[in-house]
């Protein structure tokens, strides 16, 4: 076992943390975004990479798993591209909605725009994942607390198919950079009716555009150093044929920690490569982990899970929760109580009958003819006595018919 390092244990934990981060503000990202979307994914599956690779070949350079370290090594030169690829295509597509171009475009135009961004996210890495094997002079490195590492054969046409795509991304995201703050600095009445018009918040806008700046000024003199420190501290071997750089191709280069840190070259690109991936990983999560929709959902999510445990939010109980119902008053109860029952004329059945499918109760009423009739002065109309005629007046006023009281009615 190798004595510990002072990168031990603390890159297997940034590494390992580094993987988490850039997936949890995804939760509340949209993911019409599709840059940052992918600079999220790609940063945390880098991590993850070399968070395995630090724990499986601490202290060792064996060769335990072949194929891992094809994949791995593979996998490598995909992330080194994909986040100035991700970081271009955020600062591409704020460059078109400050200009307009977005808002104004038809559906198939964003579809397209849309695959635009698939193809130099994902095609552009994955495109130099297999040409690397046409520049690869064996199948990979090990180094020991490393642990799998491309290798790239140094001759000319490796300067185009590998080191060129970081600078070159990263420059052409510097011009779309500087095209979006000309914008800003220059049309900040236009820009605000623009967003506005897009319903997009101005301080959402500001922080992406920060943040597509912050790793471009990262990869871009990054990818310049590897190219410079390439070609000044090794030889260029001439070009000789497939056959000449594949020769001897399954190699396995196994370094042992003393010999490449003992070179500063090598220890100075693998150190930075490393770390350079942690560094990004933290700053997506200081860009989007910390916003207004983080806090939000950080509470969203504590309350929850507190709930769980039987604590609730200090100020919020269940009876505040509750809707307030208003007292009944006596015509409610009048009519519940009248919607509620059932009623029937018929006649033929007595006041307890039941339904014959129910069962429920009924109540009859009698029929209309059957209702006593009252007059104006609300004495009730008999058959015998017509109250209301002119006949019966004349007889009242002169005493022939007696007027009933009202206690015998």
Known sequence: MAPLHPTYPAFPIMAFLGFIAPLIPLAWIDFNNTGVVLY???????????????IVWYGNALNPAPIYCDISSRFFIGYTVALPAASLCIIRRLYLVSSMKYFLASTRQK???LIQDLSICLGIPIVQMALEYTMEGHRFNIYEDAGCWPDAYNTWPTYLTTFSWPPILGLIGIVYGALVLRIIF???????????????????????????????????????TVVVLNLTRETVEPY????DTHYFYSRVDQVPALLWRADPRIALTIEISRWFLVLCSTVFFCFFGFSGEAIK??????????????????????????????????????????????????????????HPNTGE???????????PEYDREGYPKTDEVDMTSTAFSSDLEKGVVDRPSRAEI
């Not at 999220?40 to 630090?54: E, M, V």
């Not at 000789?240 to 056959?243: F, L, N, Q, V």
């Not at 509470?299 to 009944?328: C, D, H």
């Open 186 to 224: 220059r049309k900040q009445r236009e820009l605000n009716e623009v967003l506005t018009r897009g319903s997009i918040p101005r301080h959402h806008y500001n922080r992406l555009v920060f943040f597509a700046c912050v790793p471009m000024c990262f990869t871009t003199p990054l990818g310049l």
């Open 40 to 54: 999220a994914i790609w940063a945390s599956l880098a991590c993850l990479d070399r968070f395995i690779n630090s």
């Open 297 to 354: 959902a950080y509470k969203s999510t504590f309350w929850t899970l507190a709930g769980y445990v039987g604590i609730e939010r200090k100020g919020v109980t269940m009876a505040t929760l509750e809707p307030q119902r208003n007292r009944p008053t006596s015509t409610d109860v009048i009519e519940s109580d009248f919607h509620a029952t059932s009623f029937t004329q018929d006649s033929d059945n007595g006041p307890d009958s039941a």
């Open 111 to 113: 579809n397209w725009a």
């Open 361 to 371: 109760s009924r109540i009859t009423f009698p029929a209309r003819n059957e209702i």
């Open 240 to 243: 000789k044929g497939w056959a």
